[in-house]
């Protein structure tokens, strides 16, 4: 078995709930990579929902908070808070995250609070049957679609940028190595940094958004339907933009900003309210 998956896995509870094909367990991979080059194992802290992709950190050796459908932020922020000097890294889905849990999205994004934000994006509610979501394309059949679904999609990227997200990128399944460093980034970035990755449904995106249930495939239209943006480059029409769109250092954090003005105040940290090492 590979080296960091014996380090980062609990090798007792495989084989995972993951279908064949799907691409969580690529992503599972790229997280540990960036934990494991950042050497942070043990001071950083997992939180999911309720989806397929929030069943990804629960394969983790290490602290993990398995929430309520939409409630991963809001766990996590409350997490961050109690304890500021942990790493917090959310997995999410796009409908635990821009459907039930979008109101939790709107305020931390604008918050900028200091979580790593991973949303998996397969277009689709895969675990609960095929049902559309927030962010699947007009004129895909669903189960909730019949005729083809005519809500705009989501874009959750500048969604979270139009609210002050401090760093935000999207990656696909296809660009692991890629992924790994961004989401290496989005850890020692102080503020709110929020990861797409766009990742590979067999099951029900398969039949429903792709037309096309071979996971290789899918990943070969990832690489063929997405271009590397830069500032300033052309948009280039009906491909999707991958790449870092934000990575602003100098933005202020929330726990910064609560502390600032708790100084103001004459009040400093205790260890009432906050557990520290």
């Known amino acids: ?7 980062y896995i609990k090798t007792e509870s495989l084989p995972t709930l993951f279908c064949p094909g799907c691409g969580n367990g690529i992503i599972q991979f790229a997280a540990a990579n960036a934990m494991d080059e950042l050497g942070i194992k043990d001071d950083i802290a997992c939180v999911s ?13 290490m602290d993990v908070m398995h929430t309520m459908h939409g409630r991963a932020l809001a766990f996590a922020e409350g997490l961050k808070l109690a304890r500021p000097d942990k790493k917090i890294m959310v997995f999410t889905g796009d409908g635990d995250c821009l ?15 200091d979580l790593t934000v991973i949303m998996v994006n397969n277009y689709i509610y895969g675990m609960t049957g095929g049902q559309k979501s927030p962010s699947t394309p007009k004129g895909a059949i669903t189960k909730t679609s019949p005729f083809g679904c005519i809500d705009e999609p989501i874009n959750g990227c500048r969604l979270v940028m139009s609210l002050g997200a401090s760093y ?8 692991p190595v890629q992924l ?24 029900q995106a398969g039949k429903s958004i ?44 929330y726990i910064e900003k609560t502390e600032a003005r708790l100084r103001e105040q004459g009040i400093e940290r205790t260890e009432s309210w906050s557990v520290s090492q």
């Open 168 to 175: 935000v990128a999207r990656w696909t399944t296809a660009h």
């Open 49 to 61: 929902g309720i989806g397929c992709s929030s069943w990804i950190p629960c394969y983790y050796k």
């Open 210 to 253: 792709y037309g096309e249930k071979d996971p290789a495939k899918i990943m070969r239209l990832y690489k063929e339907n997405t271009y590397l943006y830069k500032e300033g480059k052309t948009r280039i029409e009906g491909k999707i933009p991958i790449g870092v769109f934000r990575n602003d250092d100098g933005a202020e954090e």
């Open 99 to 113: 459907a039930i849990g979008g109101n939790h999205l709107l305020h931390a994004a604008s918050r900028n609070i």
């Open 180 to 203: 790994a460093k961004s989401i290496k980034d989005g850890l020692m970035h102080r503020g709110f940094s929020f990861i797409e990755v766009l990742s590979q449904c067999p099951v």
């Open 1 to 7: 078995m590979n080296k960091l998956y014996e380090k």
